[in-house]
Nanobody
Framework: VQLQASGGGLVQAGGSLRLSCAGS????????TTWFRRAPGKEREFVGA????????FYSDSVKGRFTLSRDNAKNTVYLQMNSLKPEDTAVYYC????????????????????WGQGTLVTVSS
């Protein structure tokens, strides 16, 4: 499985960006796609997750209400729409896939994911 993350860039505070995570290669009957981020000097942080089966979404408190996950089944792509961006959202964003439906209690844990994209840099200026 290959994951291609894209859509990062430089944006002013209050602006928007849409990240994409396109999957290719092996397919699975169900999976969980998640975005993590790592800000300079900080640990990796869970951002949001989407279960392919049912489309349930989960968000961290820091992005809830500002970020939205969506998907395009035909393109095998998950999107992260980021609105009302803040300087503290500056980070490298990574998408990851677990080839199973993860329960809410573990989908925030990076070690649950088998496949990772290369990361895309988001910089929010104040």
């Amino acid at each position: 499985v290959q994951l291609q993350a894209s859509g990062g860039g430089l944006v002013q505070a209050g602006g928007s960006l849409r990240l994409s995570c396109a999957g290719s290669g092996r397919t699975f009957s169900t999976y969980t796609t998640t975005w993590f981020r790592r800000a300079p000097g900080k640990e990796r942080e869970f951002v949001g997750a989407m279960r392919w089966s049912g489309g349930n979404t989960f968000y961290s408190d820091s992005v809830k209400g500002r970020f939205t996950l969506s998907r395009d089944n035909a393109k095998n792509t998950v999107y992260l729409q980021m609105n009302s961006l803040k300087p503290e959202d500056t980070a490298v964003y990574y998408c990851a896939v677990a080839p199973r439906t993860l329960i809410a209690g573990v989908l925030r844990q990076a070690n649950e994911y088998d496949y990772w994209g290369q990361g895309t840099l988001v910089t929010v200026s104040s």
